[in-house]
């Protein structure tokens, strides 16, 4: 299948080298000629199988140049680095309340289930388009994205993994879990600034000519994997669809029934992923988007305009903390019809002016598939907390956010449609402030908090969280934004 680029001035011949470019050349995101449809034999077929097996269905339709064989045994080996091989659970929390635990894997957020599988697709993307070059793949990390793509590419063959995270804005274990990362192709560099300043600064390097024929010279071509590559977004598009039938098969709907679900939502690649299995064909009725008080969507889709001049909240749902949510241009581009001057004009404008609009027509468009609302800080500790007295069930600042969220939207349109909310990472991972709102304090120390959480709640300690204790520190570079084109360099030539 052919992809194009979001601002119609690129393309890839297909899947494997939109994969392995990571990003189009005229500053665009690529996106599939047409959304493949999944027919509903496809999904009743899909209610008897396995995770992975349900993954290579859903991501053979767009990555129709790889082998299924060998993509169905590369979903397999993937996923079995999860709890029970199952990276996408959906529990029942409360009467109206499901929950997809994205969580249980490698790294503790809902980054893994794409980045677990990103390597094969890329590796095999590069043989697929003939690139032969050593891939330098760098990462913008709000915090999650970066140690998954740590812990997903390390001591790869050919592949070198650069990490740029804010330094001041991402968790204490986020933090101790990228700087004590074991590989011999790995760097993590933090930089002064925010989520924000780190994404503009790769952009700006993958956008770079002269740059990259100055790598390419060393045998080097860049790759992304932020949710800005679409080896990123098919992934994800995959447990929309293992939802849904879990849902059928344990008789909370009917085959055919549509359903809602919930997103907490920074960048805009998780609920992008639920809008694309809308599109081919998954029974959704809406997509909620959840913010924290960084809430450019929420405004967003109240009311047609995308401003991000605006202050910069830290919360203490640090993945969520971004301002310029890149994905969206996905959706911008869908919305217009697919129209690629309009949307670079607007995407442009954005760059120049911080802001664009979108016509009133199609913000009418937009609500027939989106709700947008957001919850505050009070209001997101004040979910965990009630949530855990009344259910018992300990929610991570991210998912809170969602949680709060999916309960005004049910109260608001009493919309009694059946609700999945993605959880995205382990309470663990931010063991500090979910302590806060259970308990009411909490100590300095990120592992005293989770051996308090653990003794309060029951919930198990994950092995990934206790072993961080003893890892050591190999990476405490701090660089101004200005400077992350000098430390690829560096790195390259290292
Ligand atoms: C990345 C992340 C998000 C936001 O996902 P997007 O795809 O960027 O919208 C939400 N929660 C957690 C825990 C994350 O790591």
Request: net charge negative; charged share 25%; proline share 3%.
């Amino acid at each position: 299948m052919k992809f194009i680029s979001t601002r119609g001035k690129d393309f890839a011949q297909c899947s494997a080298n939109a994969i392995a470019k990571g990003l189009a050349s005229d500053g665009g995101l690529f996106v599939p000629e047409k959304f493949p449809k999944i027919s509903s034999a496809e999904l009743n077929d899909m209610l008897n199988m396995e995770y992975f097996e349900r993954a290579c269905c859903v991501l053979h339709k767009y990555l129709e140049e790889y082998d299924y064989e060998q993509l169905l045994s590369a979903c397999k080996s993937a996923y079995s680095k999860f709890e029970e091989c199952d990276p996408a659970p959906v529990v029942r929390t409360d009467d109206n309340t499901f929950i997809m635990e994205l969580f249980h894997g490698p790294t503790l957020a809902f980054k893994d289930v794409a980045l677990t599988l990103l390597p094969y697709l890329m590796r095999k993307g590069c043989d697929i388009s003939g690139i032969k070059e050593d891939i330098l793949i760098l990462a913008a990390t709000s915090g999650d994205t970066g140690k998954a793509a740590l812990e997903g590419f390390k001591n790869a063959d050919g592949i070198k993994v650069m990490v740029f995270y804010p330094s001041d804005g991402v968790s204490d274990m986020q933090k101790m879990q990228m700087c004590t990362q074991d590989g011999n192709n790995v760097n993590v560099v933090a930089v002064k600034g925010n989520f924000d300043d780190c994404q503009t600064a790769v952009k700006t390097i993958f956008s770079d000519v002269k740059f990259n024929a100055q790598l390419k010279e060393k045998g080097v071509v860049l790759s992304s994997a932020n949710s800005m590559n679409f080896g990123r977004l098919a992934p994800q598009i995959a447990y929309y669809f293992s939802a849904y039938c879990d849902l059928v098969n344990s008789d909370e709907i009917k085959m055919g029934e549509k359903i809602n679900f919930v997103v907490p939502t920074g960048n805009f690649g998780n609920i992008l992923a639920g809008y694309y299995a809308k599109n081919m064909g998954l029974p959704i009725n809406k997509l909620v988007c959840a913010s924290n008080d960084n809430n450019v969507l929420t405004e967003f889709f109240a009311s047609g305009t995308y401003d991000a001049n605006r202050e910069f909240f830290k919360t203490v749902s640090p993945s969520m903390d971004i301002i310029i949510s890149s994905n969206l241009e996905r959706l911008i581009f869908e919305l217009s019809g697919r129209d690629a001057s309009v949307t670079e004009k607007r995407m442009l404008e954005l760059k120049k002016f911080g802001k664009y609009s979108i016509t009133d027509e199609e913000v009418k468009m937009l609500s027939k598939d989106f709700y947008a609302d957001y919850a505050d800080e009070d209001e997101c500790l004040q979910t965990i907390g009630e949530y855990f007295d009344e259910n018992g069930y300990v929610l991570d600042t991210h998912t809170a956010v969602a949680l709060k969220v999916k309960n005004s939207y049910q109260e608001i349109f009493g919309d009694k449609t059946a609700t999945v909310v993605l959880s995205t990472a382990s309470p663990y991972k931010f063991a500090h402030d979910v302590l806060t709102a259970i308990d009411g304090n909490a100590p300095e120390d990120a592992f005293k908090c989770a051996n308090k959480i653990n003794e309060i709640t029951a919930a198990p300690i994950p092995e990934q969280i206790i072993e961080l204790k003893n890892k050591k520190i190999r990476f405490n570079n701090v660089i101004d934004k200005n400077k992350t084109a000098d430390s690829v360099l560096e790195f390259i030539n290292k």
